[in-house]
């Protein structure tokens, strides 16, 4: 990453929340709701005299009000139009559904949310109570705290070997030979508050090959709580004298009631706290760190003081003894402090209990993964445990967040370049690419994510994807990368935060929805399960039909039927090859002069798969004929193999093709630059022969359409290796080459999982149609297969890691760790578990 470029003093645009609240409210009288009913009404044949009269009758009233608010909000001091990229899509919102209350809703409420943290829980509400854990190791003979996972602290393990993505969790993390193992666990018992109760278990022990044994003789770990909304904690009244167990905290809050959170062990352990009044959560353990150096130097004791500041809502409390110990903190909501059940229900969370239950879900997970993945024959016990943590490390990592992206405005001369909007604020419940690197929201990434999560809990699924749709805005658009809350903000590079309305990011949710639909109807689902997702699908119609239209408005090439990624650099004189962020593919190469002309291959491949897949959906729930007769034909247009092959296919390389303004002859130079009184050298690009509009000939993921393209994948001089197909052909002019001085080579080589798991898609398919190809896709099909499947086994066995990307050369993990976002499809690999054939319907 560039991070050279760091800006400070930022000017805000930001209108205040409540005429933010007020737009929403007026927007939402927009006509296209009605309008869309009414249309869906017709086609039931439902639509009588009477029943137009009204709805004429509704229109005129609904219009007027409208009028009247319109003027209202003129006129008042928030009447300002609010610009539009900040304005939400006039529908209901899909999180209001009723498939998404009651019952289902309180099963989710509380859960590992916080995936940055090594252990981070949550509720899934805006201002939760949050609870985590931190504690010291040990790096160069120095006590380090450990809180937010970051690969600087060089753990040589640490993920979900086990997860439901609901109520059960089993972690293991290896700091240098200290060994924490952290069971989390729901259960929501008679006098619950709501969304129940639930335990951790830390169990502290030491690893006895790592040599020095005695270095962790005793170990600090520090367990917190913490009220985003500001509630004071209570502390309990004999925590610093623990016998077997202890009231630690208590407090009260409008969604679950009072609350108790109890310690209980066998071991002897000792147990100091701190409580601290603070807005501020994301920085918890400088704060920590801050105040134990102070005891330190002070008394000569690492220990929390016992102090509380005036009506803290922040307390941690430190829990130390001799490793090996184990550790149970039972959290209880609804718990009236008078009654004599507490102790029951302390007793059931934490101890012989706790074991027991944690045993039966640990079993329960395994044989729920047998019955979804059903491995045991198709790859070995090795394997396994890998597929089991992919999955795990998946549903461990998904998310709860709030808050507003940050969208950029096109500089105007009374505004500078870097002026930004806020969107409204938003709830995004999402899993993430990596814990460590990348812990929020990504859309391209999800759609991958999901290919998982459907197969595992189809309610969890529609959930997410109901909340990334919520953030569509009136044009159709749905910001990128969500970086919503402190939290999340605190672990991205400035340059990254803002959004920018003209780019998209391929709609890969699509590839689930497609995979949704196609289930229903091959009965895969319940009755129970079928009717939901066909309920979402009906609801979800209208921000869908809003955004592949932005797609196909916005991205729109200049000739008929083609598209390209729009919003690359064309000025940068820095880059090699002016990078396409928003295709996802970020340095893959394009042309190289950015211009109108250009067409994207991939781009419009997503497109034919969003059109299907639309096309598939209007059908399945009764909308307008005119909207499936639409989709149908855009579909068939682009699955058009002659318009394929004019705009996209090489005759001459026989491959598919980008097309642009483009040279080959361009590469990176030292240049001298005066910066005020002294030089600095940079590379800066030279272009050593004029572009002309051609075929870009890079032969990479870009070509995923692979028909006839097997003698490509297979070859190892161009796309082959041991361990995968490589993102970029061996032959191409910008293979493994760095885009800038900071910029190393990211999708110009190394493999990636998502779309090996592609190609492996489209290998399985033709492997089983009649064809020409059938036995050669087959052989190449299986040997992909297995190269991918043993080098994910190899490397994790060897690092203790999922990675981001692995080396095209000698297959070892690159890039971000633990990486368990669409890395984890190597579990779908190994399941031989691909979809019917995206966007092939009219093939
Ligand atoms: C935590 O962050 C806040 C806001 O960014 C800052 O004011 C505060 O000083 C930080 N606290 C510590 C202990 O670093
Ligand atoms: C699992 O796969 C085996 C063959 O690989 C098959 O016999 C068995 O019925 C499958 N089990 C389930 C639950 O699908
Ligand atoms: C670069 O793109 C902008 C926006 O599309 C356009 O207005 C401008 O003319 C382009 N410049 C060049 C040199 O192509
Ligand atoms: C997509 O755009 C093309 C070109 O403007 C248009 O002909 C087609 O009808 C559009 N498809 C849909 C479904 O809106
Ligand atoms: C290609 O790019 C060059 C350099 O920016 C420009 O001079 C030329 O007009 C472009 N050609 C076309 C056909 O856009
Ligand atoms: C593999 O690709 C190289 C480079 O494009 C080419 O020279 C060679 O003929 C190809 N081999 C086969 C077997 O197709």
């Known amino acids: 990453m560039a991070g050279n470029t760091r800006k400070n003093a930022r000017t805000k645009l930001k209108p205040s929340i409540d005429s933010d609240e007020d737009h929403r409210r007026s927007t939402m009288i927009s006509d296209k709701n009605p309008n869309f009913k009414l249309r869906r009404e017709r086609n039931r044949g439902r639509f009588s005299f009477r029943f137009n009269f009204l709805l004429c009758f509704g229109i005129f009233v609904f219009a007027i009000s409208t009028y009247f608010i319109y003027n209202y909000l003129k006129n008042s001091s928030y009447g300002a139009q609010l610009p539009r990229v900040i304005t939400p899509f006039p529908a209901p919102k899909l999180m209001d559904l009723p498939q998404f209350q009651g019952e289902h809703r309180e099963s989710l ?257 395994e044989d729920e993964f047998e019955r979804r993945f059903n491995l045991t024959d198709k790859v070995d016990s090795e394997s396994i445990v890998v597929g089991k943590a992919a999955i795990s490390n998946l549903l461990g990592g998904i998310g709860y967040f709030y808050g507003q992206s940050k969208i950029s405005v096109p500089a105007k001369s009374d505004r500078k370049a870097d002026d930004y909007l806020l969107y409204w604020p938003a709830e995004l419940y999402t899993a993430v690419p990596s814990r460590s690197f990348f812990p929020r929201g990504f859309l391209w990434d999800e759609g991958f994510h999901q290919l998982l999560i459907w197969r595992w809990d189809v309610r969890i699924c529609l959930d997410i994807i109901g909340h990334w749709l919520d953030l569509l805005n009136i044009d159709g658009w749905i910001p990128r990368e969500q970086i919503l809350g402190a939290e999340a903000s605190s672990k991205v590079p400035e340059e990254f935060v803002l959004q920018h309305p003209t780019n998209g990011n391929p709609p890969t949710l699509f590839l689930v929805l497609h995979d949704l639909v196609s289930s229903i109807k091959t009965g895969k689902f319940t009755a129970a399960e079928s009717s939901e997702i066909s309920s979402f699908l009906d609801n979800a119609f209208t921000r869908l039909d809003a955004w592949f239209k932005w797609f196909n408005t916005s991205q729109l090439g200049r000739v008929p039927s083609s598209y390209f990624w729009h919003g690359r650099d064309n000025l940068t004189t820095r880059e090699l090859n002016p990078k396409t962020l928003m295709s996802g593919l970020d340095d893959y190469p394009r042309a190289s002069h950015p211009s109108e002309d250009e067409r994207h291959l991939d781009l419009r491949c997503w497109m034919l798969l969003a059109a299907d897949c639309m096309q598939t959906i209007s059908k399945l729930s009764e909308n307008d004929n005119r909207l499936v007769k639409g989709y149908g034909i855009t579909a068939k247009l682009l699955s058009d193999f002659e318009t394929l092959n004019q705009l996209h296919f090489d005759n001459a390389y026989g491959a598919y093709f980008d097309f642009g303004n483009h040279t080959e002859k361009v590469r990176l130079r030292p240049q001298l630059t005066m910066n005020g009184n002294y030089a600095t050298q940079e590379l800066v690009r030279e272009v050593l022969e004029e572009p002309k509009p051609q075929f870009v000939p890079h032969v990479g993921y870009d070509s995923w359409i692979l028909e006839q393209q097997i003698d490509l994948i297979s070859n190892k001089s161009t796309l082959w290796t041991n361990y995968g197909i490589r993102s970029l052909s061996k032959t191409s002019s910008l293979y493994m080459k760095r885009n800038t001085e900071h910029d190393p080579p990211y999708w110009r080589g190394p493999l990636w999982m998502n779309m090996n798991y592609m190609i492996l898609s489209a290998l399985h398919h033709y492997s089983q149609v009649d064809g020409p190809y059938k036995e050669r896709a087959k052989a190449v099909y299986d040997e992909l297969r297995s190269n991918l499947i043993r080098n994910v086994v190899t490397n994790y066995y060897k690092t203790g890691y999922i990675w981001e990307q692995y080396d095209q050369k000698t297959g070892k993990g690159k890039g971000a760790r633990p990486f368990t976002g669409w890395s984890a499809l190597a579990l779908l690999i190994m399941a031989e578990s691909y979809s019917d054939g995206w966007g092939m319907s009219n093939l």
């Open 109 to 365: 409420y509380w859960g590992t949310y916080r995936p940055h943290a090594y252990l981070g829980i949550r509720a899934r509400i805006p201002q939760s109570l949050v609870a985590g854990l931190m504690w010291l190791g040990v790096k160069d003979g120095q006590y380090a705290m450990r809180h937010i996972c970051q690969d600087s602290d060089e753990l040589s393990i640490y993920g979900w070997t086990h997860h439901n993505g609901r109520n059960y969790g089993r972690q293991l993390i290896n700091d240098h030979g200290l060994i924490l193992e952290t069971s989390f666990l729901k259960s929501k018992g008679e006098s619950s508050g709501y969304g129940g109760d639930w335990a951790v278990r830390i169990d502290v022990h030491s690893d006895k090959s790592v040599t020095d044994e005695n270095i962790w003789g005793t170990g600090h770990l520090f367990f917190y709580v913490a009220d985003e909304g500001g509630n004071a904690i209570s502390v309990g009244g004999d925590v610093v004298d623990i016998h077997e167990s202890s009231l630690l905290a208590s407090g009260l809050r409008s969604d679950i009631g009072a609350w108790q959170l109890h310690l209980e062990s066998a071991d002897n352990l000792k147990v100091h706290y701190s409580g601290f009044k603070t807005p501020h959560i994301h920085n918890l353990s400088d704060l920590v760190q801050l105040h134990l150096a102070y005891q330190v130097r002070r008394l000569g004791r690492l220990e929390l003081p016992d102090t509380l500041e005036h009506s803290s809502n922040i307390l941690i409390f430190q829990i130390s003894a001799e490793v090996p110990f184990k550790a149970d903190l039972a959290f209880l909501s609804g718990a009236d402090l008078k009654s004599s059940r507490v102790d029951d229900r302390v007793s059931s969370l934490t101890g012989e209990s706790l074991g027991k239950a944690l045993m039966m879900k640990k079993n329960e997970f």
